[in-house]
C-alpha cells in the first residue's frame, strides 16, 4: 500500500490529463457525503489496485493545479491546513433501493434485508415481483431448514421488504443498485430512466461485471453519482 508520504513527485500535466475524471469524481463523491476520502482513497487501492488514492494525489498538488482541474483549493473534508477531518454528511441510514429481480438481483436484495436495512425492488412486471418473492421465501426457508435463521427471523427479512413496478417506490432510498440484464443497451436505457425518475440526490451503484462506469455514463446525462459495485456470485 502506498500512502501519500511515499509520492516522490506529483504527477505530470500529462497525468492529471488522464487521472482529471477519476480526481473530479472522487471529490464529488466526498462532496456529497457518499464517502470519506479515506474511504475513496482505501477503496480506489485495495479494490481497483491503485498505488496511490485519489485524495493522496489532490494533496500533493498546487492550488493552481487543482484549479486547473476545477477543483477548489480547498478539498472535502479537510481544514485549512489540508488535514483530513473525515467528515462526511449523513450516513446512509434509509432503504437500499434494487432495480431487476434475477439471480443476482434477488441475492443482494435477501443479503441487503437480512442485515437488517429495508430494501424497495423495482420489477418490470406484476410476474417478476412474485418471482422474486417466490426465490426469496425458498432461500429464506432453506436458511432456517439449516438453522441459520429462525422463523421470527425470516417474517422479519421478508417485512423488510417492498416490491412494485413503480420507480417512485425508490424516492426514499439512500442508495439505488441497478442489478438487471448484463447487456450496455439494456443497462444504460435502465440507468436513463432512473436518473429521470429519481431525486438528483440519490446515487446509483451498477452491479455490472463486464462494463466500465464510463461506458454507462452516457445513460446519466445529469451527473448524477454512478458506483461500481461488484457482488459476487452467489451474492451474500
Given amino acids: 500500500m502506498t500512502s501519500s508520504a511515499a509520492v516522490a513527485a506529483p504527477p505530470s500535466p500529462a497525468a492529471l490529463d488522464v487521472l482529471s475524471g477519476l480526481l473530479r469524481d472522487a471529490v464529488l463523491l466526498a462532496g456529497r457525503g457518499t464517502a470519506t476520502p479515506a474511504d475513496v482513497d482505501t477503496a480506489m487501492r485495495l479494490g481497483a489496485g491503485h498505488p496511490t488514492g485519489p485524495f493522496e494525489v489532490l494533496a500533493g498538488l498546487t492550488p493552481d493545479q487543482r484549479s486547473a482541474l476545477g477543483l477548489s483549493a480547498q478539498l472535502p473534508g479537510s481544514t485549512a491546513s489540508g488535514t483530513d477531518t473525515g467528515a462526511v454528511g449523513d450516513c446512509w441510514t434509509g432503504p437500499v433501493g434494487v ?97 429521470r425518475a429519481l431525486p438528483a440526490a440519490v446515487p446509483v451503484a451498477t452491479n455490472t461485471s463486464s462494463y466500465r462506469v464510463a461506458d454507462l455514463r452516457p445513460g446519466v446525462p445529469s451527473g448524477r453519482p454512478i458506483l461500481a459495485l461488484h457482488t459476487f456470485n452467489p451474492p451474500r
Avoid at 410476474?127 to 426469496?136: D, F, P
Avoid at 417485512?159 to 438487471?180: I, K, Q, T, Y
Fill in 99 to 195: 432495480v431487476g429481480t434475477g439471480h443476482m438481483a434477488g441475492g443482494i436484495v435477501e443479503a441487503v434485508a437480512r442485515s437488517g436495512r429495508p430494501v424497495r425492488v423495482l420489477a418490470r412486471s406484476a410476474a417478476s415481483c412474485q418471482r422474486l418473492l417466490a426465490t426469496l421465501r425458498r432461500s429464506l426457508d432453506r436458511a432456517v431448514s439449516r438453522g441459520r435463521l429462525d422463523e421470527a427471523g425470516k417474517v422479519d427479512v421478508l417485512g423488510r421488504v417492498s416490491v412494485g413496478e413503480d420507480p417512485v417506490l425508490l424516492a426514499a432510498a439512500d442508495v439505488v443498485v441497478e442489478a438487471v440484464a448484463e447487456d450496455l443497451t439494456v443497462r444504460t436505457e435502465v440507468l436513463a430512466a432512473l436518473d
